[in-house]
């Protein structure tokens, strides 16, 4: 929680991080509007790069060099997105990226 001086900077606070969660909950709860939302989905659910490459294999698709998509090609498309990624998501993924790095493995 991030300091306040009264109760009022606190409730402040405290209502921007409701409005905050509850636009990251839609975004999640909307249906990927592209194969690359929907890798993102995937990483999103899975936390894990690896698990991510192998569902994006299991549907037969390769990276734009035209070998099969890697772990790296995960965290490329994440760091450096796509236009057709929409960037609610792409935020809600480097949070992701982000706890995992601090924390290890988040779940």
């Known amino acids: 929680m991030k300091p306040y001086s009264d109760i009022?900077?606190?409730?402040?606070?405290?209502?921007?991080e409701i409005q905050s969660l509850t636009e990251q909950i839609t975004t999640l709860k909307k249906e990927p509007q592209s194969l690359n939302e929907q890798i993102i989905f995937k990483y999103i659910d899975t936390g894990s790069?690896?698990?991510?490459k192998d569902f994006v294999r299991s549907l037969g698709i390769k990276s734009e060099r035209g070998s099969?998509?890697?772990?790296?090609?995960?965290?490329?498309?994440?760091?450096?997105?796509?236009?057709?990624i929409s960037p609610e998501l792409l935020a809600i993924a480097r949070k992701v990226v982000s706890m995992k790095n601090k924390n290890g493995k988040y779940r």
């Open 8 to 16: 009022a900077e606190l409730v402040e606070t405290l209502e921007s």
């Open 49 to 52: 790069t690896g698990k991510t």
């Open 68 to 84: 099969l998509f890697s772990s790296g090609d995960v965290s490329k498309l994440i760091k450096d997105a796509a236009d057709d």
